[in-house]
């Protein structure tokens, strides 16, 4: 391979990261900004086609791993209807009536071609949408809808776009063959997902090295996916659950692990979704290239059909798929006493930006397949518009809505400290236990730190409640603590590397010292 296969090679993840920093430091939609530059680009660098098994076994498998590991698993358990409704509900709807959308608009098209198209728009991708709302601060429960949401539509999508591909190719399918198809894909990777959650977990616990388990996680969900999709079962949900399991036992590892966890899948997210909202738009030229010679309005007419189905579908079904259970139903009145309201339905509604995972269905589907051309214009279309339109016009409707999550905020933040104060009380217990039975020698002077510390803790998560301020705006005596403590800690690190460039200290020297000044100051954020 020479010099310049190398910067071809890098050319698309240097241009996404850059991209992705601008939209950090600005406060703009990261994920809108990386499609609007690959369009931009897409006449200008060599063209490129969508690999699908690169998605599908590169990118998608970590991608969920890591929203499952950050996910709360006893939040999406109390969501588990919305969640359904929207991942499995809405995905079939959407297949049935952007499926027939397209019959009417393309009558020579097989209709089981045109649910294929259906599956394959029906997936909302909320990395975009969840970026935003947390962003402008949206309540809890609507973020980890649009999560669950995210985390299990992709195997129903895929199921369903499988079973419609046979069809379409004349494999015979009955619905009862379909049906049957459908279940055995969901049913055996929730059981594969269980099975290897549990294998994994405990054998994570044995390494007892954060190191390697972080490593032996890097390979996680590519095993399952694949250990799954062997046996022709859904390797998204296997994933997915095994995410859950993990994230959820997360805590009780040792924290080495934790600490060394966030950063790893924070920086392996953020690599891979900027690559994959660039490659969206670099789409675009292929796709018109493989188009030459057809009718530009026809398509555009068709586009903007199929474009306005996939939206409308969604609209539809999550108004009464939100209000009439609890009207139908007192035992859902009885478990969910508080009705959502109509501002978050019409968000939940407006969340339904496609990504990356219905491009890749669309470029895998064969050669051979009928008006497969056509059919990946469509999706471009409706992956294209539902990011641009409903992407940019998602901050706005949020601002317009008034939707805020500070009493979410301040409940955490009350919640905390009566935690911390439980925390504290505990531990100063331990401290005079251990004292008072000799079990430790210990001079008094450490005594009187380690309860000082204690203390301190307890009472900086009840500071907080006044946003790090006493009477007449004063600073408390943590936030002081905390801000000469930071100043301390600039002036250490200046010492060390100098005395690291005069060459009186040894790199690893640094390394080290650096090492135990940085995770203090980690403790200060939360101190």
Known sequence: MNQASVLQILVVPVIAIAVAAVARRRGWSAPLLLVLAGLVLSPLVPQYELDPE?????????????????????RLKAVRRPVALLSVGLVLFTTLVVGWVTHLLLPALPLAAAFALGAIVAPPDAVAAVAVARRLGLPRKVVTILVGESLFNDATALTAYRVAIAAAMGAGIT??????????????????GVVLAWILARGLVLLRDSLVENTVMLLIPFAVYLAAESVHVSGVIAVVIVGLYIGHRLPTAAFGTRLLSDAVWRVLGFFLESIVFVLIGLQLWP?????????????????????????????????????LPRILSRKVRRREPHAPSWQNVVIVSWAGMRGVVSLAAAFALPQDFPGRDTLLFLTFVVVIGTLLIQGMSFPAIIRRLKISNEQEIFADN????????????????????????RTVDVHEDVVDQLRSRSERRALSAWERLGGGTGPAGEETPSTVYRRLRREMLAAEREVLVRLRDE?????????????????EEATLERV
Do not use: H
């Open 54 to 74: 690169l998605v599908l076994l590169v990118f998608l498998p970590p991608l969920l791993y890591s929203a499952a590991i950050e996910s709360s698993y006893l």
């Open 175 to 192: 619905w009862l063959d379909a049906s049957a198809r459908f279940l055995y894909a969901a049913v055996g990777g929730v059981v594969i």
């Open 287 to 323: 796709i018109m290239k493989a188009l030459r010679g057809a009718d530009p309005w026809n398509l555009a007419g068709m586009a903007l059909a199929v474009f306005a189905a996939t939206v409308l579908a969604r609209v539809v079904w999550v108004v009464p798929g939100i209000y």
């Open 414 to 437: 009350l919640a905390e400290a009566a935690a911390q104060q439980a925390a504290a009380a505990a531990g100063l217990a331990r401290l005079e236990e251990l004292v008072a039975g």
């Open 503 to 519: 060459g009186r200290i040894d790199d690893e020297v640094l390394r080290r010292v650096m090492q135990e000044l940085d995770f």
